[in-house]
């Protein structure tokens, strides 16, 4: 059998199956995470951002 | 006549505080190890649902949709995000299948950089605490 065709290519790193999430499975699974971060938070690097920022709120403080 | 004709596109890791936001993702595994689940049905922003997070920001947990804010970001260059473009260029691949995302369809990244953005997408946390120089540098535009 020949598995799927658009296989993105890595270095060696092992691929997952995405995750999926009725929202029913909601609360359960974002309590459990948020516990876990809660323990960590004292690590905290607060600069750190991978979304979008808008420029708009920062530009308000001047 | 073009009452529509303005197609609405979508920054898929926005603040929940953006005008339209909603959760199409959550996080899984552990901080260290996570991996967006992704919803069935995408969700309005609501306090309540905010309100899951506890102590936490609701961007290390939830993944958020809203509008693109275009040139009103920091990652918005030459009319193209430019964290999108870092993103595929900078991390690798971690899933084996596009995942079943309800925003693909406005997705800015999808729209401007395919299935790439989407095999990598799983492993996005909008606020990420503990990132390595490498990830700082991806988040970050100077």
């Known amino acids: 059998m020949k598995k799927s065709k658009a296989k993105p290519q890595t270095a060696g790193e092992k691929l997952e199956a995405p995750v999926q999430l009725t929202p029913e499975q909601l609360e359960t699974v974002a309590a459990g995470f948020a516990a876990q971060v809660i323990k960590i938070k004292g690590t905290e690097d607060p600069t750190v951002l991978t979304g979008a920022i808008s420029t708009r709120p920062v530009l308000k403080q001047f | ?142």
């Open chain 2, 1 to 142: 006549m073009s009452k529509e004709s303005r197609k609405q596109i979508d920054c898929p890791s926005a603040q929940p505080t953006t005008d339209g936001a909603r959760i199409f993702g959550v996080m899984t595994g552990t901080p260290e190890a996570h991996r967006v689940g992704y919803l069935t049905e995408a969700l309005p922003v609501s306090e309540e649902l905010l309100a899951l997070s506890g102590p936490a920001k609701p961007t290390q947990l939830f993944r958020i949709a809203a509008p693109c804010a275009g040139g009103g970001c920091k990652h918005f260059r030459d009319n193209a995000c430019s964290l999108a473009k870092r993103i595929v260029e900078g991390v690798p691949a971690v899933v084996d299948a596009l995942p079943a995302c309800q925003i693909r369809p406005t997705c800015r990244w999808f729209r401007e950089q395919g299935k790439a953005a989407c095999f990598r997408c799983p492993q996005v946390m909008t606020d990420k605490s503990n990132a390595s120089d490498h990830e700082k540098q991806i988040a970050d535009t100077d």
